[in-house]
C-alpha cells in the first residue's frame, strides 16, 4: 500500500495569512501601552530598561521587527516607543534572553569558533512575558526564526548538548538542544522544519527528587525576576544589573514580582480561544465563525489557529503576489479577516455569510454537529495522505500512525468576494482547546473536503482512528508502581521498579548521602513528593496525566490516563532517553517518523497534586527486564 500517514489538508491563500507576533508592538496607536511608573534617574546605565540601553545586537532585533510590522500595517511605529512601552515583563524576557545568548560563545571539536547563540537568531517572531490563563511553557520566552544552519553549528557546538525531544511540553517544538553546566542554561526547541525555535532560560534544576517540588512548572523557571533568578543568571553571565527591582521596590534578591494579567497579544488576539475542547469542536467552529462574521472580532478567531499550521502556510504565501514578512503572517491575517467581515456588513447570523459545503468523500463520516445549517463536520482519519510540503509523512505501519483525532469542517461563502468558494478548516485538540491546524480555499465546482489523490485512496473508517494498545504486561506493571507509590505510599516497594541501569540518573551524592546505597537514595527521592500529596480516593485525585506533545511519541490506550499517560517510544531515541546519555556531546539526527518502530519502550508521564498546584512532569522510561517491566530512565521535564 502506498504510504499512508496523517491528513494535513492542501493549504491555499485564501482570504488571509496568518502570523505569530511580539507582544510589545502595539496594532492599535490610538491605544496606549501601560508605562512602568516614573523611576529616579540614575547616573549608572540600566541595560535592558530603555530601549536606548539595549545592546546593538538586541536593537537590531527591535528593529527588524518593527520594520517587518510597519511594511505590513502601514504603520508609522518608532522602535524606540513600541519598546520603552512595552509590558514590563515583555522586557525583561527579552533583554534576558538576548542577554544570555550574547554571552554563550560556541566552538567545535577544535576549539574553533562558532560564533554566539544570538548570531543563531534570524529574526524574532513574538515575545511573551507573563500572561494569565496559560501554561509555563508559554510565559517568559522568545519565539524566533532560526538562520538556515542553526541547527548544524549547534550539533557541532561543544558547549551545547542535544538532549532528549521534548514530550509533554513546547507543543509544536520537540527538538531540544540545552546549554550545558546549568543552570542558569538556555533551551532551545526547536520546530521539525528547523525554522522555528522557542528559546527560554531555564534557572532552576531540574534533577528527581528536587525538581518535582521546587517549583518548577511555576513560571518562575524561566522568569528573570522572580526569587534569586537574577543573581543565578548574572553568576553565570554577568552584566544584567536588574533594572526592574526599582519598578517594583525590591532592592534583594528573593521578592515576588507583581502580577501582570496580560490575556491577548498584538492585535488584541486573546491567547486561548473562546471555547474549550471538553464544549465539543462544533462549538469551536461556530465560535470561530460567529466571532469573525456576526460579531465583528476577528482577533478572537484567529486564536483558534495553530503554530502547526503556520510551514504549510509560509509554503503557500511564498507562491502568492504578496507575501507576508516573517512574523507578520498572523496580523496580515486578522486584517484580512477583518477587511471581509467589512465588505459583507451586518450579518444576524453565521447561516447568513456561509452554509455547509457538500460531503465530497464517502470515506469521511459526518460527526455530531449542533450547527449543521452553518458548516458541514467530518471526523478525518489519521491515514490520509499528507501534503508532503508541509509535513514529513509518517511510516507506512498502521501502528505507527498518529493517533490523535481530526476533523475538518467545510463551509461555502454566501456574500463578499470570496461568493460560492469553499473553506476547508482541519481541527485538532491542543491542550484544552479545538485547534486549526490547515486550511483550504477552493472553487466550489471542484471542491472537496480531502485532496484529491488522497480521497481516492481512502478506507472506509470509523469515527475515531485506532488506538495503540500496547503490552497490557507494561500497562500492569506501570499501574502497580504508581499504586504503590502514591496510594499505599510504600517507598520501598516502589523502589523495586527501577532497574540498576536508572543508577545513572542520580546526581552526585550530597555529604549526607555519601554512605547510602543508589536503592536507598531512590527511596529517599519517592518520600519527599509525597509529603506535599494530600490523600485522595484514586490516584486521579492525587496526580494527573500529561497526553504527548511530540508525533513520535504515540499515546497509549488505557483505563488510568487521567492520572498517568503511557506513551510508545521508538526504540531508536530510547538512547536519548537514557542518562548515561544525555551529557556528552554527540550527533543525534532526526528520527523520520517513517523510519521508527516500537515494542521495547514506553514512557509514562504524569504530574503530581500539591493541591493547589501541580509538579513538574516526572518521565519514567520503562522496558522489560527479566520477567518485568522496570524503570531504566527518568527525567523531569520543565515548560
Same mark, same amino acid.
Given at each position: 500500500?502506498?504510504?499512508?500517514?496523517?491528513?494535513?489538508?492542501?493549504?491555499?491563500?485564501?482570504?488571509?495569512?496568518?502570523?505569530?507576533?511580539?507582544?510589545?508592538?502595539?496594532?492599535?496607536?490610538?491605544?496606549?501601552?501601560?508605562?512602568?511608573?516614573?523611576?529616579?534617574?540614575?547616573?549608572?546605565?540600566?541595560?535592558?530598561?530603555?530601549?536606548?540601553?539595549?545592546?546593538?545586537?538586541?536593537?537590531?532585533?527591535?528593529?527588524?521587527?518593527?520594520?517587518?510590522?510597519?511594511?505590513?500595517?502601514?504603520?508609522?511605529?518608532?522602535?524606540?516607543?513600541?519598546?520603552?512601552?512595552?509590558?514590563?515583563?515583555?522586557?525583561?524576557?527579552?533583554?534576558?534572553?538576548? %542577554?544570555?545568548?550574547?554571552?554563550? =560563545?560556541?566552538?567545535?571539536?577544535?576549539?574553533?569558533?562558532?560564533?554566539? &547563540?544570538?548570531?543563531?537568531?534570524?529574526?524574532?517572531?513574538?515575545?511573551?512575558?507573563?500572561?494569565?490563563?496559560?501554561?509555563?511553557?508559554?510565559?517568559?520566552?522568545?519565539?524566533?526564526?532560526?538562520?538556515?544552519?542553526?541547527?548544524?553549528?549547534?550539533?557541532?557546538?561543544?558547549?551545547?548538548?542535544?538532549?532528549?525531544?521534548?514530550?509533554?511540553? %513546547?507543543?509544536?517544538?520537540?527538538?531540544?538542544?540545552?546549554?550545558?553546566?546549568?543552570?542558569?542554561?538556555?533551551?532551545?526547541?526547536?520546530?521539525?522544519? %528547523?525554522?522555528?525555535?522557542?528559546?527560554?532560560?531555564?534557572?532552576?534544576?531540574?534533577?528527581?527528587?528536587?525538581?518535582?517540588?521546587?517549583? %518548577?512548572?511555576?513560571?518562575?523557571?524561566?522568569?528573570?525576576?522572580?526569587?534569586?533568578?537574577?543573581?543565578?543568571?548574572?553568576?553565570?553571565?554577568?552584566?544584567?544589573?536588574?533594572?526592574?527591582?526599582?519598578?517594583?521596590?525590591?532592592?534583594?534578591?528573593?521578592?515576588?514580582?507583581?502580577?501582570?494579567?496580560?490575556?491577548?497579544?498584538?492585535?488584541?488576539?486573546?491567547?486561548?480561544?473562546?471555547? =474549550?475542547?471538553?464544549?465539543?469542536?462544533?462549538?469551536?467552529?461556530?465560535?470561530?465563525?460567529?466571532?469573525?462574521?456576526?460579531?465583528?472580532?476577528?482577533?478572537?478567531?484567529?486564536? *483558534?489557529?495553530?503554530?502547526?499550521?503556520?510551514?504549510?502556510?509560509?509554503?503557500?504565501?511564498?507562491?502568492?503576489?504578496?507575501?507576508?514578512?516573517?512574523?507578520?503572517?498572523?496580523?496580515?491575517?486578522?486584517?484580512?479577516?477583518?477587511?471581509?467581515? $467589512?465588505?459583507?456588513? =451586518?450579518?444576524?447570523?453565521?447561516?447568513?455569510?456561509?452554509?455547509?459545503?457538500?460531503?465530497?468523500?464517502?470515506?469521511?463520516?459526518?460527526?455530531?454537529?449542533? *450547527? &449543521?445549517?452553518?458548516?458541514?463536520?467530518?471526523?478525518?482519519?489519521?491515514?490520509?495522505?499528507?501534503?508532503?510540503?508541509?509535513?514529513?509523512?509518517?511510516?507506512?505501519?498502521?501502528?505507527?500512525?498518529?493517533?490523535?483525532?481530526?476533523?475538518?469542517?467545510?463551509?461555502?461563502?454566501?456574500?463578499?468576494?470570496?461568493?460560492?468558494?469553499?473553506?476547508?478548516?482541519?481541527?485538532?485538540?491542543?491542550?484544552? *482547546?479545538?485547534?486549526?491546524?490547515?486550511?483550504?480555499?477552493?472553487?466550489?465546482?471542484?471542491?472537496?473536503?480531502?485532496?484529491?489523490?488522497?480521497?481516492?485512496?481512502?478506507?472506509?473508517?470509523?469515527?475515531?482512528?485506532?488506538?495503540?494498545?500496547?503490552?497490557?504486561?507494561?500497562?500492569?506493571?506501570?499501574?502497580?508502581?504508581?499504586?504503590?507509590?502514591?496510594?499505599?505510599? $510504600?517507598?520501598?516497594?516502589?523502589?523495586?521498579?527501577?532497574?540498576?541501569?536508572?543508577?545513572?540518573?542520580?546526581?552526585?551524592?550530597?555529604?549526607?548521602?555519601?554512605?547510602?546505597?543508589?536503592?536507598?537514595?531512590?527511596?529517599?527521592?519517592?518520600?519527599?513528593?509525597?509529603?506535599?500529596?494530600?490523600?485522595?480516593?484514586?490516584?486521579?485525585?492525587?496526580?494527573?496525566?500529561?497526553?504527548?506533545?511530540?508525533?513520535?511519541?504515540?499515546?497509549?490506550?488505557?483505563?488510568?490516563?487521567?492520572?498517568?499517560?503511557?506513551?510508545?517510544?521508538?526504540?531508536?531515541? &530510547?538512547?536519548?532517553?537514557?542518562?548515561?546519555?544525555?551529557?556528552?556531546?554527540? $550527533?543525534?539526527?532526526?528520527?523520520?517518523?517513517?523510519? &521508527?518502530? *516500537?515494542?521495547?519502550?514506553?514512557?509514562?508521564?504524569?504530574?503530581?497534586?500539591?493541591?493547589?498546584?501541580?509538579?513538574?512532569?516526572?518521565?519514567?522510561?520503562?522496558?522489560?527486564?527479566?520477567?518485568?517491566?522496570?524503570?531504566?530512565?527518568?527525567?523531569?521535564?520543565?515548560?
Amino acid at each position: 500500500m502506498k504510504q499512508m500517514a496523517r491528513l494535513i489538508i492542501l493549504i491555499a491563500f485564501l482570504l488571509f495569512p496568518f502570523e505569530l507576533v511580539i507582544a510589545q508592538a502595539q496594532p492599535d496607536q490610538n491605544k496606549a501601552v501601560p508605562v512602568p511608573p516614573n523611576k529616579a534617574k540614575s547616573d549608572t546605565l540600566e541595560l535592558g530598561k530603555s530601549y536606548a540601553s539595549l545592546r546593538p545586537e538586541q536593537k537590531q532585533l527591535v528593529d527588524d521587527f518593527i520594520r517587518r510590522y510597519n511594511a505590513t500595517t502601514g504603520s508609522n511605529l518608532v522602535p524606540q516607543e513600541a519598546y520603552n512601552n512595552g509590558r514590563l515583563s515583555v522586557r525583561t524576557t527579552f533583554d534576558a534572553v538576548t %542577554h544570555a545568548l550574547l554571552n554563550a =560563545k560556541m566552538t567545535d571539536a577544535t576549539g574553533k569558533s562558532l560564533g554566539r &547563540a544570538i548570531d543563531l537568531v534570524e529574526a524574532v517572531d513574538e515575545v511573551l512575558g507573563e500572561q494569565s490563563g496559560v501554561g509555563g511553557d508559554r510565559q517568559f520566552r522568545l519565539y524566533v526564526y532560526l538562520k538556515p544552519n542553526a541547527v548544524d553549528i549547534l550539533s557541532r557546538s561543544q558547549e551545547f548538548l542535544r538532549d532528549k525531544d521534548n514530550t509533554v511540553y %513546547h507543543g509544536g517544538f520537540p527538538i531540544c538542544y540545552r546549554l550545558k553546566n546549568g543552570p542558569p542554561s538556555i533551551q532551545f526547541s526547536i520546530s521539525r522544519d %528547523h525554522k522555528l525555535s522557542d528559546i527560554d532560560v531555564d534557572y532552576r534544576a531540574s534533577g528527581f527528587p528536587k525538581g518535582l517540588v521546587n517549583g %518548577h512548572l511555576s513560571a518562575a523557571n524561566s522568569d528573570v525576576r522572580a526569587g534569586n533568578n537574577l543573581d543565578r543568571h548574572d553568576g553565570r553571565w554577568s552584566g544584567l544589573n536588574g533594572w526592574w527591582r526599582n519598578v517594583f521596590g525590591q532592592l534583594g534578591s528573593g521578592g515576588k514580582p507583581q502580577a501582570e494579567n496580560a490575556t491577548a497579544s498584538v492585535g488584541n488576539i486573546p491567547l486561548n480561544p473562546g471555547v =474549550k475542547a471538553d464544549q465539543g469542536v462544533d462549538k469551536s467552529a461556530h465560535d470561530f465563525l460567529q466571532s469573525w462574521v456576526v460579531e465583528k472580532q476577528p482577533n478572537k478567531s484567529v486564536a *483558534y489557529f495553530s503554530r502547526q499550521s503556520y510551514p504549510c502556510l509560509e509554503t503557500t504565501v511564498q507562491k502568492t503576489s504578496k507575501s507576508a514578512p516573517e512574523g507578520m503572517i498572523r496580523l496580515r491575517t486578522l486584517m484580512a479577516m477583518q477587511k471581509f467581515s $467589512d465588505s459583507i456588513g =451586518k450579518a444576524n447570523s453565521v447561516a447568513d455569510v456561509f452554509d455547509p459545503a457538500a460531503k465530497s468523500s464517502q470515506a469521511l463520516k459526518e460527526a455530531k454537529n449542533a *450547527y &449543521a445549517s452553518e458548516f458541514l463536520l467530518v471526523s478525518v482519519p489519521a491515514d490520509m495522505e499528507p501534503d508532503e510540503k508541509c509535513v514529513a509523512p509518517l511510516s507506512d505501519d498502521p501502528g505507527n500512525r498518529s493517533k490523535e483525532k481530526y476533523f475538518a469542517t467545510a463551509f461555502r461563502a454566501k456574500q463578499g468576494d470570496s461568493r460560492n468558494k469553499v473553506m476547508t478548516l482541519l481541527w485538532a485538540q491542543e491542550g484544552d *482547546y479545538w485547534k486549526i491546524t490547515a486550511i483550504r480555499l477552493e472553487d466550489g465546482g471542484d471542491a472537496g473536503i480531502v485532496p484529491k489523490n488522497a480521497a481516492a485512496q481512502a478506507e472506509p473508517s470509523v469515527e475515531e482512528p485506532r488506538a495503540i494498545a500496547g503490552d497490557p504486561a507494561a500497562g500492569n506493571d506501570i499501574l502497580a508502581f504508581y499504586q504503590t507509590w502514591i496510594m499505599k505510599r $510504600d517507598v520501598i516497594r516502589a523502589s523495586t521498579f527501577a532497574s540498576p541501569r536508572s543508577y545513572q540518573c542520580l546526581p552526585a551524592p550530597s555529604k549526607d548521602q555519601q554512605k547510602m546505597t543508589p536503592i536507598a537514595r531512590i527511596q529517599s527521592g519517592l518520600q519527599q513528593p509525597l509529603e506535599r500529596i494530600p490523600s485522595g480516593a484514586n490516584l486521579s485525585d492525587m496526580m494527573s496525566g500529561l497526553q504527548p506533545r511530540n508525533d513520535l511519541l504515540p499515546p497509549v490506550q488505557q483505563e488510568n490516563s487521567k492520572a498517568f499517560a503511557i506513551m510508545a517510544v521508538p526504540d531508536q531515541m &530510547a538512547d536519548s532517553f537514557l542518562c548515561q546519555n544525555r551529557q556528552p556531546h554527540q $550527533d543525534a539526527p532526526d528520527l523520520k517518523p517513517a523510519d &521508527a518502530k *516500537y515494542g521495547a519502550y514506553y514512557l509514562s508521564a504524569s504530574r503530581l497534586n500539591y493541591g493547589q498546584e501541580e509538579s513538574p512532569a516526572l518521565l519514567l522510561l520503562w522496558t522489560k527486564e527479566g520477567v518485568g517491566w522496570k524503570v531504566v530512565a527518568w527525567a523531569v521535564e520543565l515548560p
